[in-house]
């Protein structure tokens, strides 16, 4: 067997799992910031992903699964309570995943989420989130249940064999795994001798909310898109210019280039880019062609700190302006940089202050109007 894990900058941990003996294989918990990894290394030990499988529903981080599923076109697995509408496999407690000649045993673990499972091998138990190292999963988000966790865990996973070695969704301090039989003994949750003890301690830890709560859960139930990811396929479609590069063509007054503002009128008034014209992201698609009657204009957009400017680059690039940029960095880095400004509001038209464009009534050597 082929087993990897690959694990994230914030303790999240997916796993590779292969047949040596078929290159078949199998994501558990794939990350969306670690598809190109996954991917890399499946490739390089000639492995063909064959399914996907998330243990739960995550809340902490986004998953990978749905875009994993619809650009390898293999089916994805999760518990039959998941509310995903992308699951194609929906598994029950007691059943078995078959890869090349590996068996993966489910068991429905319920109380981090209601939808919680393990994976078990030959040698090992992949525990998701309801058993961590030295810890377990929270039972305080949503469909947690402190005492479904006790029973999943006191009368489901440790009755397993206690030398299959525990590897986790999560692994904060990169800890190595131990077996089923050392957490029993040292993981200080497992130590509490009753349903009510336990419960009074998970109901008892006072834990701050993940980072992204509600983005993870939305997409991770419904399969839609994360905002890194809605800005990564936007840079995807366009090019960026550096701040010394603009700096550089603002001093020249180089023309063919016009320079856009998408921040609200308070932040453009209060000091922007020379050159800009200013038009709010939210007006974008319904004034763009009255602003820029010809699509074939160089325009580079830039906002406060370059995530919206990317997406509305991306956007003005898919309505057809195959000119548009976006400024790499926003004027937060501008200003930090030490590169000048201008004040005062943007013209009614929302015309602004622009870089002539050649050909236009003033020529390249125009003063800026």
Not at 114 to 122: E, P, Q, T
Not at 146 to 154: D, E, G, I
Not at 342 to 355: D, S
Request: charged residues 20%; negative net charge; hydrophobic residues 40%.
């Amino acid at each position: 067997m082929y087993f990897e894990a690959i694990a994230s900058d914030r303790g999240c941990v997916s796993y590779l799992i292969g047949c040596e003996k078929t290159s078949a294989a199998i994501v558990v918990d794939p990350l969306e910031e670690r598809i190109d990894r996954t991917l890399a290394l499946a490739s390089s030990h000639g492995l063909r992903i064959r399914y996907l499988l998330d243990t739960h529903t995550h809340a902490d981080h986004f998953s990978a699964m749905r875009e994993l599923r619809n650009s390898l076109g293999v089916p994805s697995i999760m518990h039959r309570n998941s509310p995903a509408p992308f699951v194609d496999i929906h598994a029950e407690d007691g059943e078995t995943i078959i890869v090349g000649e590996l068996r993966l045993n489910l068991i429905h673990t319920p109380g981090h989420t209601n939808d919680s499972i393990c994976v078990v091998l030959a040698d090992r138990v992949l525990t998701g989130d309801t058993l961590l190292l030295g810890a377990t999963g929270r039972t305080d988000l949503p469909s947690g249940d402190a005492a479904a966790l006790y029973r999943s865990l006191f009368e489901r996973l440790l009755r397993l064999d206690g030398s299959l070695l525990v590897y986790p969704a999560h692994n904060y301090k990169g800890l190595p795994p131990t077996s089923l039989d050392e957490q029993r003994k040292t993981n200080a949750r497992l130590q509490k001798a009753s349903q009510a003890e336990f419960v009074e301690m998970m109901q008892g830890l006072n834990l701050s909310m993940p980072d992204h709560l509600t983005e993870a859960l939305r997409t991770n139930r419904t399969g839609g898109k994360t905002v890194a990811r809605i800005i990564q396929e936007a840079a995807e479609h366009i090019s960026f210019m550096t701040m010394d590069e603009l700096r550089q063509r603002i001093d020249r007054g180089d023309p063919g280039l016009q320079i856009l503002d998408v921040r609200e009128a308070d932040a453009y008034a209060a000091g922007h880019i020379p050159g800009a014209i200013h038009l709010p992201r939210g007006q974008l698609e319904l004034r763009v062609d009255a602003v820029f009657p010809d699509p074939s204009v160089r325009i580079l957009v830039y906002c406060e700190f370059g995530k919206i400017s990317t997406i509305a680059a991306g956007t003005l690039h898919g309505m057809g302006f195959s000119g548009a940029i976006a400024l790499d960095g926003g004027i937060r880095g501008w200003k930090a940089a030490g590169h000048p400004l201008e004040q005062g509001q943007a013209a009614a038209a929302g015309g602004g202050l622009v870089i002539p464009v050649e050909g236009r009534s003033g020529g390249p050597g125009a003063a800026r109007r």
